[in-house]
């Protein structure tokens, strides 16, 4: 079965800490992507990547950056941790401009 | 640029009943669409895909979305609610081809509650 594993379910991290969230698919996927989610707001794109070490940005990028240095791993920084970057965080992976998007179970982050 | 509303970020359904969640979506090249669900504490699962063949689709656990070009619109519907279908749901869309990579653009979800 398709799995798309996020290293944490629940994180609590202080302002300004430097925070790791990571993401690990076993489907050889090409892309894999980065949202966050809020309530009355959906998901929004962060950033995403379409190959090894390849990466965009999406529609919310400022606060964020993206390492992908092997292609089942896929992790996003938060360089100096705010309040306002308190929320769900979900990775997603996908085929090549297929569409179908399989997520992990997401990572409620809290920055106290 | 693409976009997707919902519209009711809540709705509110008697178990048998008919469920309709609506989605409106603007996209300036011919897009896919989708429905997404979302069970509590979980990720999000496909229910459907529309990628231009035919324009009424059948998804998983009994749902179906009508694509209507001339609406914008890409509405879900169910004959008959079932307590397992109480879930929050999303609209997104792609574009189709080029260099999108398959990033989808969600709405900001409906959330299903059926009640006994």
């Known amino acids: 079965d398709v799995k798309v594993t996020q290293s944490s379910r629940y994180l609590v991290k202080r302002t300004g800490e430097k925070v790791f969230l990571e993401c690990v698919q076993d489907?050889?996927?090409?892309?894999m992507f980065w949202y966050r989610q809020d309530p009355g707001l959906g998901l929004r794109l962060i950033y995403f990547s379409y190959d090894v070490k390849m990466k965009e940005k999406g529609d919310i990028p400022e606060g964020y950056s993206v390492s992908r240095e092997k292609k089942e791993r896929f992790s996003l920084i938060l360089e100096s941790a705010s309040t306002n970057q308190t929320s769900m965080y979900l990775c997603a992976s996908s085929y090549a401009d297929h569409g179908k998007l399989f997520f992990g179970s997401g990572t409620q982050l809290s920055v106290l | 640029a693409q976009s997707v509303t919902q519209l009711g970020s809540h709705v509110s359904v008697s178990e048998g009943a008919l469920v309709l969640l609506r989605c409106n979506y603007s996209s300036s090249v011919p897009p896919y669409l989708f429905w997404y669900v979302q069970y509590p504490n979980q990720g999000l699962q496909l229910l459907l895909k529309?990628?231009?063949?035919?324009?009424l689709v059948k998804g998983i656990n009994g749902f179906e979305a009508e694509f209507k070009k001339s609406e914008t619109s890409f509405h879900l519907t169910k004959p008959s609610a079932h307590m397992s279908d109480a879930a929050e749901y999303f609209c997104?869309?792609?574009?189709?081809?080029?260099?999108?990579?398959?990033?989808?653009?969600f709405g900001q979800g409906t959330i299903l509650t059926v009640h006994p």
């Open positions: 997104a869309v792609s574009e189709a081809g080029g260099t999108s990579y398959g990033k989808l653009t």
């Open positions: 489907m050889d996927h090409e892309n």
């Open positions: 529309y990628t231009s063949a035919a324009t």
